[in-house]
């Protein structure tokens, strides 16, 4: 959220914890403060959204960095919306790498741990959250931090538990029952159907909404009303 989308006020009421953008993939300071704001307002855990540097391509773009320079990349970022949160009276929650960052940190043990220490040197309580059978879930956990394993309910996965590149034509998911089936699959039966229709052993500790898709809020709406039809609490970490 705080990307600069019309929808952010439509999804909040419907989530429980939202990954601001922190200016380099996407937003501004002005955004940052809005939308924590708006989080606040609804009760909404906050959680830093750091991305590379690079809003021609909205942070979906792979770059190159060395371990230090992601370390930088990532401390610049969340402390500079940690900072952000304590003025308006709120604790930073979790961080979130976006995009390519994301996915790179995902099989890349050295990106990951580089993550997972900018992290902890700004806050060793922070909550990481990560692709479900990531290296950044597990270089989290080597340095002692908390994590949660995140699954998708806007995008389609792999055999190997990794999501669709989004170059392909079916690596996102707009039709609305199929997102509500996915999610439920993958928290009541702990697996994810691959594009190629091979269950994947997923955890899901935390569910990913893309708030800049067409269908963000109707998407939200939707898997808020199934959970609670199904029994399943809703609750931040």
């Known amino acids: 959220m705080g990307e600069g989308m019309t929808s952010d006020g439509a999804i909040m009421p419907f989530i429980t914890s939202a990954n601001i953008a922190c200016g380099y993939h996407a ?95 700004i806050d060793s309580r922070l909550i990481v959250y990560g692709l479900s059978g990531s290296l950044l879930i597990s270089e989290a956990e080597k340095v002692g931090l908390k994590t949660a394993s995140e699954v998708f309910a806007d995008r389609t996965y792999q055999n190997d538990g990794s999501l669709t590149p989004r170059n392909q034509t079916n690596a996102l998911i707009t039709d609305k029952q199929q997102c509500v089936d996915q999610v439920l699959q ?22 990913c909404l893309h708030g800049d898709g067409a269908h963000a809020a109707e998407f939200a709406r939707s898997i808020h009303q199934q959970l609670r039809q199904n029994n399943i609490e809703i609750k931040s970490l």
Not at 60 to 77: D, H, I, K, S, W
């Open 186 to 207: 993958m928290i009541n039966f702990h697996v994810v159907t691959s594009i190629y229709s091979v269950n994947v052993p997923i955890k899901a500790d935390t569910i």
């Open 27 to 121: 937003g501004d300071e002005a955004t940052m403060q809005k939308t924590i704001v708006l989080a606040k307002q609804h009760h909404v855990c906050i959680g830093a959204h750091p991305g590379f540097n690079d809003k021609a391509n909205f942070g979906r773009t792979e770059m190159q960095l060395a371990g230090e320079g992601v370390y930088e990349l990532v401390f610049t970022q969340v402390a500079l919306l940690r900072t952000m949160c304590k003025e308006n009276n709120i604790s930073l929650h979790h961080v979130k790498p976006h995009g390519a960052l994301y996915n790179m940190a995902a099989k890349n043990a050295v990106m990951a741990n580089a993550i997972a220490r900018a992290i902890k040197d």
